[in-house]
């Protein structure tokens, strides 16, 4: 179906902007493996999220989050367990399970619907699991940085556990404050796939304090080559081509406005819908905001919601439900305690429309048909 207002609206770079990137990439006969765009990319990408900062590039975040497991954790044997939310996207437990480790499902809080610190901190206290779990694997859900962001840091300190942290759509997104979503934790992992708020196509990044943790990303994403041809750890291709590097490089040139767009819609929504019956993803306000993350106060009403927009043209969604517990791949999956505000978030979430120019009118019809007015 085609809709009036879809739910995603990539904005790429006109053809007559990346023409001369991709002539001089022709002229250098040099399309992938480090190249000019992609070290200038990879620089650019570090330097947004503060100057003591190092990233490498990724030919997608799923990539990028099986390395970072490798290079954090080595590769398991499937006996030990890393703790992440049930309410995410399904990439991460499927990293954990690529790389021989078990994810293990832990609850989410209902204002930021992130993974709940203080579930997470009981788990590790289980004796049923505790010196089993070698590590956290975070995810900023919807790329809204959690406001919990330092008992993270000072439970995976506390625990001796790492913590990866998949912040995939969250490239622009902040914590509090000023501090920018890539700076927290071992590393963070950024997806800059056509659906994110910063689209190249395919392609993605970790971000991070560690540069000998850069060092091992970028022999792993090389085949495990480490400087000469001599392979010396597992290793994988995920290497990011120059051509998307180079229209990262115009993307980033004007992030800035993208970000002012796409947060005035979502102060829209926020200023407009209904409190009685709407509650919006806490720190939201703060993301880069692939869409606008709603909760339905009656959660028998959210079908209806939903129904109503699609009948209006309006290509609404319920992201991240059904949460991965539900889905057949992952129902083996362990969870240390009932998903209790998982499943209410699941039943009464839903997920609406934004653009890096959203028609005002677009908007309008969006909050009056939520509204029932
Ligand atoms: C989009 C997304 C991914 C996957 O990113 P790709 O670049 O498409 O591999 C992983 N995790 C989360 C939370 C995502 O939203």
Known sequence: MNYKVPFIRPDFPADEEIASDYAQILASNWFTNFGPFERKFSAAIANYIGPEYVACTFSNATIALIASVLAILGKGDNTQYVLMPSFTFPAGAEALDWCGYRPLFIDIEDRGLHMDVEAARRTLEDAAFKDDIVGILFCNAFGV??????????????????????????????????RKVGSAGDCEIFSFHATKPFAIGEGGAVVTRDKKLVETLLA?????????????????????????????????????????????VHARYMAELDPKQFRLQANAEVASLCFTVVIVEDASARDRHLERLLEAGIEAKTYYSPSLHKQTYFT??????????????????????????????????????????
């Open 332 to 373: 083996s999956v362990k969870t240390q305690s009932p998903l209790t505000v998982t499943e209410q978030v699941d039943a009464s979430v839903l997920s609406l429309p934004i653009h890096d120019n959203m028609k005002p009118e677009d908007v309008d019809l969006i909050i009056s048909v939520l509204n029932g007015r």
């Open 220 to 264: 792993i994403q090389n085949f495990g080559f480490a400087n000469k041809r001599n392979v010396t750890m597992l290793g994988l291709n995920g290497k990011l081509q120059e051509i998307n590097a180079a229209i990262g490089m115009r993307q980033l040139e004007r992030f800035d406005t993208v970000l002012e767009g796409r947060r005035g």
């Open 145 to 178: 940085g959690t406001e919990n962001i330092e008992d993270w840091e000072a439970l995976a300190k506390q625990s001796g556990l790492p913590l990866i942290i998949d912040s995939a759509a969250g490239f622009g997104s902040l914590y509090s404050g000023d």
